[in-house]
């Protein structure tokens, strides 16, 4: 069991940045892939970035690259996202995930990859 708690989220001009972080409890989160996810006003809910048990791998959407970075502390049991560059396109809720055990890193992209969900955090950019 994984319980995922994501904070940093706020309001933020267009170009600014924000500093997501996830803070988990239970001990396989250092063995698991992480992902980050965003849920914007009527869409559904879209890949954003993940990265490997060790932090060694990670991955991107096309449409943060370049201006995302996500991370790990295994010794704090958290993942973060920076994210730079904000549009207003980034407004979403952001929702960090606990990719089941065993999964390929070729599936991270998938939302049916992941076991644990944290309950989201809103980022709003204003232009």
């Known amino acids: 069991q994984v319980q995922l708690v994501e904070s940093g989220g706020g309001l933020v001009q267009a170009g600014g940045s924000l500093r997501l972080s996830c803070s988990a409890s239970?001990?396989?989160?250092?063995?698991?892939?992480m992902g980050w996810f965003r849920r914007a006003p009527g869409r559904e809910r879209d890949f954003v970035a993940a990265i490997s048990w060790n932090g060694g791998s990670t991955y991107y959407h096309d449409s943060v690259k370049g201006r995302f970075t996500i991370s790990r502390d295994n010794a704090k049991n958290t993942v973060y996202l920076q994210m730079n560059n904000l549009r207003p396109e980034d407004t979403a809720v952001y929702y960090c995930?606990?990719?089941?055990?065993?999964?390929?890193?070729?599936?991270?992209?998938?939302?049916?990859?992941?076991?644990?969900w944290g309950q989201g955090t809103q980022v709003t950019v204003s232009s």
């Open positions: 239970g001990r396989t989160f250092s063995t698991r892939g």
């Open positions: 995930a606990a990719v089941k055990l065993g999964t390929a890193s070729d599936y991270y992209t998938k939302i049916t990859s992941y076991a644990y």
